[in-house]
């Protein structure tokens, strides 16, 4: 069975820094990914997703993700954060089986300090 | 807002009890899937329903079942409740072209003592 690894649990970040979220996953076939963001007290929103194509994909509030298939990976970027940017990150896997389940990580917790 | 909504957003049971939980799907979507979350966890996939049918299964038991009504709503019914199925539950619509890409619901928070 696939499964996706987090490896960042807790990143603590200035504002303006720069961030880049770790995410990897285990299987060898096609595979769609996504992120999602799940800010204090709201409900899990879809950030960007790759399905083929360019492997880098752009986001909404200036995120973007970068699929590297060799590293089975597909890391989180955001050039500047801002405080508004904490948040739990999850990092989700579907696998073209078929069956249309998304597999997520175990999640990072960003802090952005002001 | 995704338009995903789901009820109650809070319930206490006491182990052995049966719970349902609801879901309504966002307009045009008629595929719905549900996963468990627990503290600290991402969410796990428990089962998914297109077409009023089960659609693709998580490991989870039999006591675990779900149902898709004509209009698209949902609902998940967990029997024997054991203290374990604490967790926060969603809900996500999605389009039948693209099922993998799921809108989520606010989650409804199930403790069982």
């Known amino acids: 069975a696939q499964s996706v690894s987090q490896h960042n649990h807790h990143v603590i970040l200035s504002e303006a820094a720069s961030l880049e979220l770790g995410c990897n996953y285990s299987y060898g076939g096609t595979v769609n990914l996504f992120w999602y963001v799940q800010y204090p007290g709201q409900h899990l929103q879809l950030l960007l997703k790759y399905f083929s194509g360019d492997p880098l994909v752009k986001g909404i509030k200036g995120f973007e993700a970068e699929f590297i298939k060799s590293k089975f990976s597909f890391n989180l970027r955001k050039p500047s954060v801002q405080w508004s940017d904490t948040a739990e990150y999850f990092c989700?896997?579907?696998?073209?089986?078929?069956?249309?389940?998304?597999?997520f990580g175990s999640g990072t917790r960003l802090q952005v300090q002001p | 807002e995704t338009g995903v909504t789901q009820s109650p957003t809070h319930l206490i049971k006491t182990r052995g009890q049966q719970v349902t939980l609801r879901c309504s799907s966002q307009s045009g979507h008629n595929t719905v899937s549900w996963y468990q979350q627990a503290l600290g966890q991402g969410p796990q996939f428990i089962f998914q329903y297109y077409r009023e049918e089960e659609n693709g299964r998580g490991n989870f038991p039999p006591r675990f079942s779900g149902l898709q009504f004509p209009n698209y709503s949902s609902e998940l019914n967990v029997n024997a409740l054991e203290l374990d199925d604490s967790a926060l539950y969603l809900c996500a619509s999605s389009l039948e072209v693209e099922q993998e890409t799921q809108y989520f619901g606010p989650g409804t928070r199930l403790l069982v003592l």
């Open positions: 989700a896997v579907n696998v073209d089986t078929g069956r249309r389940a998304l597999t």
